[in-house]
């Protein structure tokens, strides 16, 4: 019979297609990963992992079913070892929280005090990326509950909505747009626009605000070598005089650096557009109280500049499916 150790094992390698990693993802010594794999190998009948070489494999066709319900068992495990740590205290055991990357610098150090506050036996790990990696990390169970940008949707995701952030454009203080009040959405496309680089759901809203900016005849050779992998790259971009950009109004605050006093941060002239971000965690989540200490530490911290959503205003959580 398949021992759990075994099952964690096999699922390792199963995502790290190396056995050296995955025995260190494991915390065990190669070899005795590769024992406990040959062993499930050999007590199912299945042959689960091709060798390609030393230490890179493959999952086989019939591996691949293997994997899938061992990633079952070992979740179905997982909840009922936090559904009895739940009955004794929900606000206890550590949340593991992702945050998509336009999200997590300027939520954090406002956020974390506070969560300490309402719940201080409640250890937090925190994980950044995109947005389409930490919905697998959810859906798979290593991570609790996301902060994303909506729209999002998933059969077996709750979603609730916790703050809703405007736009605003930054441009060197000797732009020619900076002394302008207001930014009209079709100058973007006039000058050299900093984006975040593919995968950022961010760069889609920017371009959503400006279409013309998404036309390759309008993105100029300097826009397309100088996308940025994040939100303060682009500021120190913008900073030098790189370009101009499109940033959400929480990055823009509590800057201490000297390039803030190089950027002009201007509104848009009409239709200001925002984002709302939202928490998304598995509707058979056992610690619901987690996410809504969590959701209200977020809405109680926000800058200024961003309107919490839901909570005590009435809005209910968006069950998707």
Same mark, same amino acid.
Not at 2 to 5: D, F, G, K, P, R
Not at 32 to 35: A, F, K, M
Not at 194 to 198: I, K, N, T
Not at 234 to 244: D, E, F, L, S
């Given at each position: 019979m398949?021992?759990? %150790?075994e099952l964690? *094992?096999v699922?390792?390698?199963?995502?790290?297609?190396?056995?050296?990693?995955?025995?260190?993802?494991c915390?065990?010594?190669?070899p005795?990963?590769?024992?406990g794999?040959?062993?499930?190998?050999?007590s199912?009948?299945?042959?689960?992992?091709?060798?390609?070489s030393?230490?890179?494999?493959?999952?086989?066709?019939?591996?691949?079913?293997?994997?899938?319900?061992?990633?079952?068992?070992?979740? +179905?495990?997982?909840?009922?070892e936090?559904?009895?740590?739940?009955r004794?205290?929900?606000?206890?055991?550590?949340?593991?929280?992702? @945050?998509?990357?336009?999200v $997590?610098? *300027?939520?954090?150090?406002?956020?974390?005090?506070?969560?300490?506050?309402? #719940?201080?036996?409640?250890?937090?790990?925190?994980?950044?990326?995109?947005?389409a990696?930490l919905?697998?990390r959810?859906?798979?169970?290593?991570?609790?509950?996301?902060?994303?940008?909506?729209p999002?949707?998933?059969? =077996?995701?709750?979603?609730?909505?916790?703050y809703?952030?405007?736009?605003?454009?930054?441009?060197?203080?000797?732009?020619?747009? #900076?002394g302008?009040?207001a930014i009209?959405?079709?100058?973007?496309?006039?000058?050299?626009l900093?984006?975040?680089?593919?995968g950022h759901?961010?760069?889609?809203?920017?371009?959503?605000v400006?279409?013309?900016?998404?036309?390759?005849?309008? @993105?100029?050779r300097?826009?397309? %070598?100088? +996308? $940025?992998? =994040? @939100?303060e790259t682009?500021?120190?971009?913008?900073?030098?005089?790189?370009?101009?950009t499109? @940033?959400?109004?929480?990055?823009?605050?509590?800057?201490?650096? $000297?390039?803030?006093?190089?950027?002009?941060?201007?509104?848009?002239?009409?239709?200001?557009? %925002?984002?709302d971000?939202?928490?998304a965690w598995?509707?058979?989540?056992?610690?619901?109280?987690?996410?809504?200490?969590?959701?209200?530490?977020?809405?109680?911290t926000?800058?200024?500049?961003? +309107?919490?959503l839901?909570?005590?205003?009435?809005a209910?959580a968006? =069950?998707?499916g």
């Open positions: 398949a021992s759990l %150790t964690r *094992y699922v390792a390698v199963a995502k790290e297609r190396h056995f050296g990693r995955a025995a260190a993802r915390f065990v010594s190669q005795t990963l590769s024992v794999v040959k062993r499930l190998e050999e199912l009948g299945v042959q689960i992992f091709e060798r390609a030393r230490s890179e494999v493959q999952v086989t066709p019939e591996g691949r079913e293997i994997i899938e319900q061992a990633e079952r068992v070992l979740a +179905e495990m997982e909840r009922l936090a559904l009895a740590f739940t004794r205290d929900p606000l206890g055991a550590p949340l593991r929280v992702g @945050l998509i990357h336009t $997590g610098p *300027y939520l954090l150090p406002r956020l974390i005090g506070r969560l300490h506050e309402l #719940a201080p036996k409640m250890p937090i790990e925190i994980s950044e990326g995109l947005t990696d919905v697998d959810l859906d798979h169970g290593e991570l609790d509950v996301v902060a994303l940008s909506l999002f949707e998933a059969p =077996s995701i709750n979603v609730e909505a916790v809703r952030e405007p736009f605003t454009v930054a441009v060197p203080v000797d732009h020619p747009l #900076a302008q009040e009209e959405p079709e100058q973007l496309a006039e000058h050299d900093l984006l975040l680089g593919e759901c961010f760069r889609d809203q920017v371009l959503g400006c279409p013309q900016c998404a036309d390759g005849r309008a @993105l100029g300097l826009q397309r %070598t100088l +996308e $940025g992998g =994040s @939100l682009m500021r120190m971009m913008v900073a030098t005089g790189a370009g101009i499109v @940033l959400p109004c929480a990055s823009t605050w509590s800057h201490d650096d $000297g390039a803030q006093a190089l950027i002009r941060y201007l509104p848009f002239a009409r239709d200001v557009p %925002t984002r971000i939202a928490l598995r509707k058979r989540f056992s610690r619901p109280q987690a996410v809504e200490v969590l959701a209200q530490s977020i809405r109680e926000l800058p200024t500049c961003c +309107e919490p839901g909570g005590e205003d009435g209910e968006i =069950s998707r």
